[in-house]
């Protein structure tokens, strides 16, 4: 048992720390108020090879561990959730289920250049009417020939308005529930790919998401990722990756807020003297630091569980639901320690807020992670 | 970076958990009904290695590193708290001394204690009106030829009563916190006086009393480290204790979870089992969520010290956390539990009360703020 990082972890961490610092903190409250796409980050995550942590470098990304990654995208995150969430996406949503399930074929087009940061990629599974739900889908794709005619709408699709590429989510047999899901490897540009305008939500507003209509969409049958009826697989193994992300992901927003009103609790004064003396702040701030270092813990567990290749299901989400509503206490506890400052765009903690809350709700709500910790803990 | 256990802390966690279910376990609810101290069980502990486990083979001990005695203390807390905080004491004394005693002092303090010859150890730092603040304690130790003298009373002493050896903070000049020095004192010795037992809400099977020292007299030896030392060991014993009373928070927490699994699937309620209900599979979800948190924050505080690094501040976030989570565990235990969690009947009232007294001993959850404050307020310039 050993809690130290590696040199190589330590180097890929200070790395990120300083992208974070100079290239994404400086611009994040612009990137937000404006809800601008964060070109130069993304820009510098590919320069870095940061949009493949995990993916081998023969396929063009950086051959890291999932340890690298959980803790790249805490620190990008701690910089900028939203270029945070475009990174978690690329790698987790889109290259490791090609990277899992992929042929040779489809890695050498789909993978390669999504590895190095030449394309994006995104991924395809809710709906209006499924979320985690995955078998309330209603895209379908009907088999004619050699290829498949989809037709459906897919929405919140996030990093969707930029994606070159989705793995996308149909039914090939509404029949056979969650046995009758099949995803797909489609390139955006594909006739019939129709994406509405940028949606206007609460946080994260550089990670522009989308809706996406399929109206009579072709796709070659050689496109299928993983196999006819697979599809459920292939979301649910992508998930449990997805969740080290966003975990990862919701500990770079708390760190944010809880580094910010550390620092203004030395400098602002009140009473005669700073924040930092008076007992109550201090308390929150333990708090804060503790349950920050509590929510890492779970989650490089489950990163580490997924570099062993062990089942990690049950422990990605008890670090996906400990992390997310870490992120969400511990980002109003910094506006608070704010006070009015924490409430005025002038600063960023009321930013913070917004954007953790989307933690407790994309990939699985917290409500999710409680089922699937539930069943594996009363082993149903 | 890597989570798995090596041979010998699996070893000693399986030793920890045979034992804990077919000796510590079965006894527990009679220990606590009828607040009896588990005497017989110490010398077992012993022989097992799990008096001191942190301590060299030479003195008695498992030598199996802090890590292991986390795990150890996690196994025999699920079975019964109050013969765990027993055994953590012991631990504690017998690496102080171990760390700072002579030779001789090894020799004969750290073996007895290990070995579970002296059934157990305590730590006598507290008094009536001085708990966390330590520079603030009156009990005094004068020189007097070749003599040390002690006069003075300490309170909430854990196993006051039946320790063979006893760690005694006293003042050896007014200088505040530069004024105490540590003492080792034999159960036994003429002058220890010990007082009556406290009636607890919970840790019934623990033993807590006072005791005062009326012109107890001890040889010059038997001073440990030197004069004016005695705040820098209660701080370093201190540091190591929260990790001992973390890990027996996860215990009990976990004993908790454990029984609110078994009874949820067994009770049956509107037609089915009550493990079927949203509500209380997300109550365990989250009790089993940050109960691996917090067995994950007192075992990473555990390697840190076991590699001799600074690890003050861990060990407070973990005691911290650890002991804020198992209460509330335990108490979401008893509320699955419904009716039956409030009697004896079943075992989760007992974890309620067992686990209330961890947000306050060994530094009560305020003092761990203020020692993580103290910390974190570090890496900000002032």
């Known amino acids: 048992m050993d809690f130290e990082l590696t040199e190589v972890q330590r180097d890929i961490q200070k790395m990120c720390r300083e992208l974070a610092k100079k290239e994404l903190q400086p611009n994040a409250r612009k990137w937000d108020e404006t809800h601008a796409w964060p070109e130069s980050g993304v820009k510098k995550l590919a320069e870095l090879s940061l949009l493949g942590v995990a993916v081998p470098e023969a396929l063009g990304g950086a051959g890291l561990d999932n340890v690298c990654y959980a803790l790249a995208i805490e620190e990008i995150s701690r910089g900028c959730a939203s270029t945070g969430v475009i990174m978690s996406v690329n790698n987790s949503l889109y290259c490791d289920p090609v990277m899992k399930f992929g042929t040779d074929e489809q890695k050498r087009e789909f993978l390669v250049p999504y590895a190095r940061g030449e394309k994006l990629g995104c991924f395809g599974l809710t709906e209006p009417e499924a979320g985690s739900d995955a078998a309330a889908q209603k895209t379908i794709a009907v088999k004619k020939g050699d290829e498949y005619v989809i037709n459906g709408s897919k929405n919140w699709i996030t990093v969707g308005p930029k994606a070159d590429s989705i793995v996308l989510f149909t039914m090939t047999d509404p029949a056979k529930g969650n046995k009758g899901i099949t995803a797909f490897l489609v390139p955006t540009s594909t006739k019939g790919f129709n994406r509405q305008p940028p949606d206007k939500k609460m946080g994260i507003s550089a990670a522009w998401s989308c809706t996406i209509y399929f109206e009579d969409m072709r796709v070659p049958a050689k496109n299928i990722l993983g196999k006819e009826g697979e599809g459920f697989k292939v979301a649910m193994s992508t998930l449990d990756g997805g969740r080290i992300g966003i975990a990862a992901q919701a500990i770079g927003i708390a760190r944010a807020a809880y580094e910010e009103a550390l620092a203004y609790s030395n400098e602002r004064k009140t009473f005669g003297k700073p924040l930092r003396d008076h007992q109550a702040i201090q308390f929150m701030l333990a708090d804060m630091a503790t349950e920050i270092d509590a929510a890492r813990l779970l989650t490089l567990r489950a990163a580490l569980m997924k570099d062993r290749g062990a089942r990690h299901s049950a422990e990605s989400s008890m670090a996906k639901l400990y992390a997310s509503e870490m992120a969400g206490r511990v980002t109003n506890k910094a506006l608070q320690v704010h006070g009015g400052m924490g409430y005025s765009k002038e600063m960023d903690a009321e930013r913070h807020v917004r954007d953790a809350r989307i933690t407790e709700i994309y990939e699985g709500t917290s409500e999710i992670q409680r089922i699937v910790i539930s069943a594996s803990l009363l082993k149903e | ?382």
């Open chain 2, 1 to 382: 970076m890597n989570f798995e256990l090596n041979e010998t802390q699996s070893l000693i966690r399986d030793t920890a958990r045979k034992f804990a279910r077919e000796v510590v376990a079965p006894q527990a609810r009679k220990l606590d009904r009828e607040a009896l101290f588990p005497k017989d069980v110490y010398p077992k502990l012993g022989e097992l290695g799990l008096l001191g486990v942190n301590i060299p083979e030479p003195y008695g001990g498992a030598q199996a590193g802090v890590v292991s005695y986390a795990l150890a203390m996690i196994e025999i807390s699920a079975a019964c708290a109050s013969t765990a905080v027993g055994m953590a004491v012991t631990n504690m004394a017998a690496e102080l001394i171990n760390a700072y005693g002579t030779e001789a002092q090894k020799k004969k303090h750290v073996t007895a204690l290990a070995t579970g010859q002296a059934c157990v150890g305590a730590f006598a730092l507290s008094e009536a009106h001085a708990g966390s603040d330590a520079g603030a304690l009156r009990t005094r130790a004068e020189k007097k030829g070749d003599r040390w003298v002690l006069n003075g009373s300490k309170q909430w002493i854990t196993s006051g009563a039946h320790a063979g050896v006893i760690v005694v903070w006293a003042r050896t000049s007014d200088a505040g916190n530069k004024g105490l020095s540590c003492f080792i004192v034999e159960g036994g010795t003429p002058g220890l006086i010990v007082g009556k037992a406290e009636d607890k809400m919970g840790l019934k099977g623990s033993n807590t009393v006072p005791l005062t020292f009326e012109n107890l007299e001890l040889p010059l030896e038997n001073l440990l480290a030197r004069e004016g030392d005695g705040f820098k060991l209660a701080m370093v014993a201190l540091d190591g204790g929260r990790i001992g009373i973390s890990a027996q928070a996860c215990g009990v927490g976990r004993a908790a979870l454990e029984a609110s699994v078994r009874y949820s699937k067994e009770r049956k309620a509107f037609g089915q089992a009550i493990g079927g209900f949203q509500a209380l599979r997300f109550m365990m979800a989250d009790m089993h969520t940050r109960l691996q948190a917090a067995e994950l924050l007192c075992l990473r505080a555990a390697t840190l010290k076991e590699k001799g690094l600074p690890f003050t501040r861990e060990a407070s976030m973990a005691k911290l956390f650890c002991s804020e989570t198992s209460n509330w565990v335990c108490d979401r235990a008893v509320q699955i539990h419904g009716g039956y969690g409030y009697i004896d009947e079943f075992p989760v009232e007992r974890y309620l009360r067992d686990a209330r007294v961890q947000t306050i001993y060994e530094g009560t959850s305020e003092i761990q703020r203020l020692v993580i404050a103290r910390e974190i307020f570090k890496t900000v310039s002032t």
